[in-house]
């Protein structure tokens, strides 16, 4: 099993920024990718960004790109989604989610079907 454990969710003013972390633990090795979603009330959960983790190759959904950043870091098992200009339709719950099961193809990073771990998911509000 891998436990997921996000942080750095808040509320912050449209055009601010914040930076999410999500620490991996248990059996992390093999881990192939992890990435973040979100769900707003009353909407489907989307995809956000996800990045493979052995190569660091990254994916974003389109209207992310540009704003958010997705990083790891393999030593401390973490990954990171920094989060720039932000507005209140980004106001949702974002969640971490990895996988151990390779991937392969773009848009099975952008299914969260394909993810077996997921954390518990981190507030974000934007206010206008």
């Known amino acids: 099993q891998v436990q997921l454990v996000e942080s750095g969710g808040g509320l912050v003013q449209a055009g601010g920024s914040l930076r999410l972390s999500c620490a991996a633990s248990g059996r992390t090795f093999n881990m192939y990718a992890m990435g973040w979603f979100r769900q707003a009330p009353g909407k489907e959960r989307e995809f956000v960004a996800a990045?493979?983790?052995?190569?660091?190759?990254?994916y974003y959904a389109d209207s992310m790109r540009g704003r958010f950043t997705i990083s790891r870091d393999n030593a401390k098992n973490t990954v990171y989604l920094q989060m720039n200009s932000l507005k209140p339709e980004d106001t949702a719950v974002y969640y971490c989610?990895?996988?151990?099961?390779?991937?392969?193809?773009?848009?099975?990073?952008?299914?969260?079907?394909?993810?077996?771990?997921w954390g518990q998911g981190t507030q974000v509000t934007v206010s206008s």
């Open positions: 990045v493979n983790w052995s190569s660091g190759t990254t």
């Open positions: 989610a990895a996988s151990r099961a390779p991937l392969y193809y773009r848009g099975n990073y952008q299914d969260s079907t394909k993810y077996a771990y």
